[in-house]
């Protein structure tokens, strides 16, 4: 069975950052667009940041442009999520999904993802 295991959440001080690991088992991420969804409480899913898996092409949601780095490490079949400059907005349990495509521009749109981690809380506060 696909399994895809997030970690590195924690909590971290305004300003501080984190780097989140999306590792997969049984298959290879390098086949799969990969993206990263956060959701706070009482707030819909977003897409945070997602890569292509074809060319490694990347995209972020706005409010993390600049913030956030996503890449791909092929031998250790993992995505991370660099999180830098972080901001109290930011807290949130963070997913990691992969997409079974290998031609087309990663999107951020949770219903193409077929497969979900269990996520990781990332809380930011002083």
């Known amino acids: 069975q696909v399994q895809l295991v997030e970690s590195g959440g924690g909590l971290v001080q305004p300003g501080g950052s984190l780097r989140l690991s999306c590792t997969a088992s049984r298959f290879a991420l390098n086949y799969y667009a990969i993206g990263w969804f956060r959701q706070a409480p009482g707030k819909e899913r977003e897409g945070v940041s997602c890569?292509?898996?074809?060319?490694?092409?990347?995209r972020y949601t706005s409010s993390v442009k600049g913030r956030f780095t996503i890449s791909r490490d092929s031998a250790k079949n993992t995505v991370y999520l660099q999180m830098n400059s972080l901001k109290a907005e930011d807290t949130a349990v963070y997913y990691c999904?992969?997409?079974?495509?290998?031609?087309?521009?990663?999107?951020?749109?949770?219903?193409?993802?077929?497969?979900w981690g269990q996520g990781t809380q990332v809380t930011v506060s002083s």
């Open positions: 890569i292509t898996s074809s060319t490694g092409s990347t």
């Open positions: 999904a992969a997409d079974n495509v290998l031609f087309r521009l990663c999107v951020l749109r949770d219903s193409e993802y077929d497969y």
